[in-house]
């Protein structure tokens, strides 16, 4: 379902944890991290959407989240070319997305990643919410930018962290020094992973897209 100017309708997906952390996901057999995401069938508002791509991509029921904000409009990314399937090219452009920044009130054990016969995941992390975007495939950086920064303004107000959101992601590399994006911390003694949950401390690599 594509709209004139080739654009498929999607959500996108900033789910917190109580720390303000972010939710990244990675793309099952590859190397590339990402936010849960995906399209919206004809006939589902986006919020219906958003609820189903919870559920398929990390295992989510609405009671596990409560909604903090979604974009005012729809933000727009072009594919290139070469991700394109041949028989699309011409007509196919890119992806039109609302996004919605959810907060987990469940618990991390109430993820999912194999929730459907179709996992998009095969493992997760939580970052911080201005992690540098280098292993996002880099037509989607854009887009995610402008995600994270229209919400961030909508974040709860429960880490002393938040002070530094105004300023942006480059404020806090100078206040703090580089941030590793690969870097992740390790589970600590007797942490129970959610059901098909693995921690990957240094993934290495380019992103691919979806």
């Known amino acids: 379902m594509l709209d004139r100017d080739g654009f498929r309708p999607n959500v996108g997906i900033i789910l917190l944890n109580l720390k303000n952390q972010v939710f990244w996901g990675k793309r099952i057999r590859t190397h590339s991290w990402q936010f849960p995401q995906g399209g919206i069938d004809r006939g589902e508002s986006p919020e219906q959407a958003m609820f189903r791509e919870l559920h398929e991509e990390v295992g989510l029921m609405p009671e596990h989240v409560r909604i903090v904000a979604r974009t005012r409009d729809w933000l727009r990314y ?75 303004r909508y974040l709860p107000r429960n880490d002393h962290r938040n002070r530094y959101l105004r300023s942006g992601m480059r404020t806090r590399e100078n206040e703090h020094g580089p941030h590793d994006a690969h870097a992740m911390p390790m589970p600590g003694p007797g942490m129970e992973l959610p059901p098909g949950a693995t921690f990957e401390p240094n993934p290495q690599g380019r992103p691919q897209s979806s």
């Open 78 to 152: 072009e594919v290139p070319e070469r991700y394109i399937r041949r028989d699309a090219r011409g007509h196919y452009k890119g992806q039109k997305q609302i996004w919605f920044l959810l907060q987990l009130i469940g618990q991390d054990h109430n993820l999912n990643l194999r929730a459907t016969n179709h996992p998009e995941f095969d493992a997760w992390r939580w970052n911080d919410y201005w992690v540098p975007l280098d292993v996002v495939v880099e037509f989607k950086r854009g887009v995610y930018e402008m995600a994270l920064r229209e919400l961030a």
